[in-house]
Structure formats: C-alpha cells, structure tokens
C-alpha cells in the first residue's frame, strides 16, 4: 500500500524555534505538496515541488519554507514559529488523478 | 466569489439514511472532480474520482457531475456510523495538470446508530 510517512503526529514549540517538518512518500511521486489545515478556513497549499530541488509557493508562503534534496522527502521549515502557525500540516504527493495524504502533524506554537 | 463553495454543516443523519453532499464551483474550465474522507486526526484520503458530467458509483457512494450547472454531489446511500467524517470535494484547475488541488471546505458529517 502506498505511504506519505510524516515523522511526527503532535509538536508543541516555543514561539520563535526553527522547527522541521519531514514528509516521506514511498511511491515515487514526482509531486509533493505541504498544507495547512485551519477550522473554517480548509486546506491552504504553502509550497509545493514537482522534481528535486524544485519548490514553488503556494497561496500562504510567509513563514515558510520548504527543501527537497531527494525525490522521496519533502520537509516544510518554519524559520521562526509563531502562536499563529499553530495548525495541523498535512504533506501530500501525487502523480496522477488525486492526492496521497500523510496522517498530519498537528503543531502547537506556545 | 470563491471557486469552490462547500456547504460546512454539520450535517446529521440516522443509520440508513441516504447522504447527500455537494459542492459548487465558479470556473466552468476545471476538469477533473474528486471526494476525499477526512476521520478525525487523519489526513484525507480519496474516496472517488470523475472527469465527465454523469454518475460513477463505487459501492455505496455515487459520484455525480453536473457541468452545465456546475455543480457536483456525493451520495450515500444505507449510511453507517463509519461514514461519520468530513468529507471534502476537490477539482482541478484548466491546463492538464492534476496537481495542485482546488479544495472545499468540507462537511462534517455525523451518522447516529
């Protein structure tokens, strides 16, 4: 069965770390994409990447950044954590019809 | 005006009834349509897919696409307590791609035993 792996389920942060969210898919996926999911507001894309080392921004960016060193990894980096980027990220990675999602890592921001 | 409109609910039912969700949009150029299920605490995972006006169906769910109305539903039918999830449509933008999904908001649905 296919995965999008994400390496943590619940962070909780202090306002102002580096924080590093890894995703892992293991289907050879060229596209991987990062979301956060807010109540009332769904699903927004913050980056996304069609091959390695590749990166594109996505609707809300500020605050973020993204690396994909290997086709199969795609970490989100929040360079400096702020109380509103406390969210659940959901990472995804498709090649054709639909998407693939991770579980999510549901991150506090104190 | 947003391009996909989702109504939120929450949306309940007893066990059996027949579900109805939907979605419209504004840009008559998407063209591929998806449902995706939501449990609580997961990610989305895709239920069933379309490209074509008319009905797909995949057991208990049907997946309907009106393009002339713009307007896309998901039915349940004999519904059970777990279906209760958010459920959320997704469509892509003109130009090929599948990538970049345009999403709804979701319905969070609760079915009652």
């Known amino acids: 069965d296919v995965k999008v792996t994400q390496s943590s389920r619940y962070l909780v942060k202090r306002t102002g770390e580096k924080v590093f969210l890894e995703c892992v898919q293991d289907?050879?996926?060229?596209?991987m994409f990062w979301y956060r999911q807010d109540p009332g507001l769904g699903l927004r894309l913050i980056y996304f990447?069609?091959?390695?080392?590749?990166?594109e921004k996505g609707d809300i960016p500020e605050g973020y950044s993204v690396s994909r060193e290997k086709k199969e990894r795609f970490s989100l980096i929040l360079e400096s954590a702020s109380t509103n980027q406390t969210s659940m990220y959901l990472c995804?990675?498709?090649?054709?019809?639909?998407?693939?999602f991770g579980s999510g890592t549901r991150l506090t921001v104190v | 005006q947003k391009e996909v409109e989702q109504d939120p609910g929450p949306l309940s039912v007893p066990e059996g009834a027949i579900v109805s969700l939907n979605c419209t949009y504004s840009?008559?150029?998407?063209?591929?349509f998806m449902w995706y299920r939501q449990y609580s605490r997961k990610g989305p995972e895709l239920l069933m897919y379309?490209?074509?006006?008319g009905n797909k169906e995949d057991g208990r769910f049907t997946a309907q696409v009106d393009k002339s109305s713009k307007y896309i539903s998901l039915f349940i039918r004999d519904s059970q307590p777990s279906d209760s999830a958010t459920y959320l449509c997704?469509?892509?933008?003109?130009?090929?791609?599948?990538?970049?999904?345009?999403f709804g908001k979701g319905t969070k649905l609760s079915v009652k035993p």
């Open positions: 379309t490209y074509s006006s």
């Open positions: 840009n008559s150029a998407f063209q591929y």
């Open positions: 289907m050879d996926h060229e596209n």
């Open positions: 997704a469509m892509t933008p003109p130009g090929g791609s599948q990538g970049n999904l345009i």
């Open positions: 990447s069609y091959d390695v080392k590749m990166k």
């Open positions: 995804a990675s498709n090649r054709g019809a639909g998407y693939t």
